[in-house]
């Protein structure tokens, strides 16, 4: 696997989704910011003490939800295998197709949300407990219980992530929603491509990923200029997350 290709390709796809067409860049910036930056203006509602505060506060959760969805929409187009950045058009299409990628994430998401609640919630009774009783003994199990339930979770988390990787790109090209938890093909798949080639893929998307997090973590100190920076890196992010994992997907032929 050539990484520096996947990483070449993905840069140039996305510097022309956003940059290579003035409409195509301004509804992914628009959108972007709809759904990630809106959200901030939350705590401005609160109390929700009157009618125009909570039909505000709806208006803004649902505009929030609907970029959200045709994002994703947009991320499906980009796996299904365009040679080059699809437009943005038909959003009612791509939000229902995100839709359906939304729900295969929240899937994957599940045994990771229960152990944590399995362990967290035992974990955190016993904290509780222990500390009306001051039984140091039990509040030190009870940490431990809580701290490798944290552990547990992250380890799922891995590998569930390696998993969901492949299988939203199926999901996407197949639009079959159950073509998603085909583990069979998804596991047949990764050996295809070679289980250190695709792990080694991964961590550099992740290394590139939180990299430009942490850049708009730095850029969000400044008043408006930091905003506008951290929208379009945050695109930026989404676009090439997209285009690389179609491109690792694409390194061997689908089972």
């Known amino acids: 696997m050539d990484y520096g290709e996947l990483l070449t390709d993905s840069f140039d796809f996305t510097r022309n989704a956003l940059f290579g067409d003035l409409r195509r860049g301004s509804l992914l910036l628009v959108l972007y910011a709809l759904a990630t930056s809106s959200l901030e203006v939350l705590p401005w509602l609160l109390p929700l003490d009157a009618l125009p505060r909570f039909v505000f506060f709806v208006l ?11 994002l994703n929409g947009y991320a499906c187009e980009i796996y299904r295998g365009a040679r080059g950045p699809p437009p ?12 359906r990628l939304l729900l295969v994430s929240i899937v994957f998401l599940v045994p990771v949300i229960v152990v944590l609640l399995i362990f967290g919630g035992i974990g955190v009774m016993g904290i ?16 431990a219980t809580l701290g490798l339930g944290m552990l547990l979770a992250v380890i799922v988390w891995v590998v569930v992530g390696l998993a969901s990787s492949i299988a939203i790109v199926r999901c996407a090209r197949s639009g079959e929603f159950s073509e998603a938890f085909n583990l069979e093909a998804i596991v047949l798949h990764i050996s295809r491509i070679g289980w250190v080639n695709y792990v080694v893929a991964l961590l550099l998307l992740w290394i590139v990923l939180g ?5 708009i973590g730095i850029f969000g100190g400044l008043p408006v200029v930091g ?5 379009v890196i945050g695109a930026a992010a989404f676009v090439f997350a997209a285009r690389y994992l179609l491109l690792v997907f694409d390194s061997a032929p689908a089972p």
């Open 60 to 70: 803004l959760v649902v505009v929030t939800l609907a970029s959200l969805l045709v």
């Open 88 to 99: 943005v058009e038909d959003p009612v299409g791509l939000a229902l197709h995100g839709v």
């Open 128 to 143: 509780l407990a222990s500390g009306q009783s001051q039984d140091m003994s039990a509040l030190f199990s009870s940490l």
């Open 211 to 215: 990299c430009a997090y942490a850049a």
């Open 227 to 231: 905003w506008v920076i951290g929208v």
